[in-house]
């Protein structure tokens, strides 16, 4: 599958992902940052943005998105990349993590480790913003989107700082979320298959917003338990898209974490 993708920089190619129904604009902030340093390659994942179709027969679980992604690695000649991820994104990404198909994972508010209720809670607050979004014309939005308030209450679950992004760049991150692609609902009706991945091999970070309301920060704990071996961090004044609300925050982990480690000494 060819994903639509942005590339920018030199240096150890860093592969970016989004949540569901973001898109690979999500990262502009941030790619210029790491683009000092790495390689950079903003994707759209599948039935995302500008990038294919998934298949009539998907089924909402995150495999076969996570297989788009490493055939486009290998068409690429991406070679283990480093990956970053956001919400569903961080989940594809801990998957390639436990493939060991990367150099090494970094996780933004990985989605898939909630309970019952918060899975439930999650899928209300997509499926309830998809419903509100429908009914409010393009023009209408961004106008809404203008003043302070209505901003924060339109994005205030997902965005800690609502204030610090343009609101053309919102109504527009908006687009896929009002007018989503096939796969939405069947993964709204099917997150309870994006099961956690097994341990990884490779280094895995994460970072999780201090102010994350869909996916809240105790879920770190339950990930903690499950993939002892990575790394958590939270992210102050950052919501569940931490990549607006802190820009060079992130850029500072994701380099941080896709930094050479020293060889170890026997």
């Given at each position: 599958?060819?994903?639509?993708?942005?590339?920018?920089?030199?240096?150890?190619?860093?592969?970016?992902?989004?949540?569901?129904?973001?898109?690979?604009?999500?990262?502009?902030?941030?790619?210029?940052l790491l683009a000092r340093e790495?390689?950079?390659?903003?994707?759209?994942?599948?039935?995302?943005?500008?990038?294919?179709?998934?298949?009539?027969?998907?089924?909402?679980?995150?495999?076969?998105?996570?297989?788009?992604?490493?055939?486009?690695?290998?068409?690429?000649?991406?070679?283990?990349?480093?990956?970053?991820?956001?919400?569903?994104?961080?989940?594809?990404?801990?998957?390639?993590?436990?493939?060991?198909?990367?150099?090494?994972?970094?996780?933004?508010?990985?989605?898939?480790?909630?309970?019952?209720?918060?899975?439930?809670?999650?899928?209300?607050?997509?499926?309830?913003?998809?419903?509100?979004?429908?009914?409010?014309?393009?023009?209408?939005?961004?106008?809404?989107?203008?003043?302070?308030?209505?901003?924060?209450?339109?994005?205030?679950?997902?965005?800690?700082?609502?204030?610090?992004?343009?609101?053309?760049?919102?109504?527009?991150?908006?687009?896929?979320?009002?007018?989503?692609?096939?796969?939405?609902?069947?993964?709204?009706?099917?997150?309870?298959?994006?099961?956690?991945?097994?341990?990884?091999?490779?280094?895995?970070?994460?970072?999780?917003?201090?102010?994350?309301?869909?996916?809240?920060?105790?879920?770190?704990?339950?990930?903690?338990?499950?993939?002892?071996?990575?790394?958590?961090?939270?992210?102050?004044?950052?919501?569940?898209?931490?990549?607006?609300?802190?820009?060079?925050l992130v850029a500072d982990l994701?380099?941080?974490?896709?930094?050479?480690?020293?060889?170890?000494?026997?």
């Amino acid at each position: 599958m060819d994903l639509a993708h942005t590339r920018t920089g030199s240096g150890e190619p860093v592969l970016l992902l989004h949540g569901i129904t973001h898109r690979r604009q999500g990262w502009d902030h941030v790619a210029p940052l790491l683009a000092r340093e790495r390689e950079v390659w903003a994707v759209d994942l599948p039935d995302h943005g500008e990038s294919p179709d998934l298949p009539p027969e998907y089924r909402g679980d995150i495999g076969p998105i996570a297989d788009a992604v490493e055939a486009f690695c290998a068409t690429q000649g991406l070679d283990r990349p480093h990956v970053v991820g956001n919400s569903l994104g961080g989940l594809v990404a801990l998957e390639l993590a436990a493939r060991g198909t990367v150099r090494s994972a970094t996780a933004l508010s990985p989605a898939g480790f909630w309970s019952t209720a918060e899975r439930l809670w999650a899928r209300g607050v997509l499926g309830g913003a998809h419903a509100v979004l429908t009914l409010v014309p393009s023009a209408r939005l961004q106008a809404m989107l203008g003043t302070p308030v209505l901003r924060s209450a339109l994005v205030g679950l997902l965005l800690a700082h609502p204030s610090r992004i343009d609101p053309a760049q919102i109504a527009d991150d908006l687009q896929g979320l009002s007018h989503p692609r096939s796969s939405f609902a069947t993964m709204l009706a099917n997150l309870g298959s994006w099961t956690i991945p097994a341990r990884a091999a490779v280094p895995t970070v994460v970072g999780w917003g201090a102010r994350d309301f869909l996916l809240p920060r105790w879920q770190s704990g339950r990930l903690r338990r499950a993939l002892p071996d990575a790394a958590v961090y939270v992210l102050p004044g950052c919501g569940h898209v931490p990549m607006g609300d802190d820009p060079e925050l992130v850029a500072d982990l994701v380099l941080a974490a896709t930094r050479p480690r020293p060889a170890a000494h026997a």
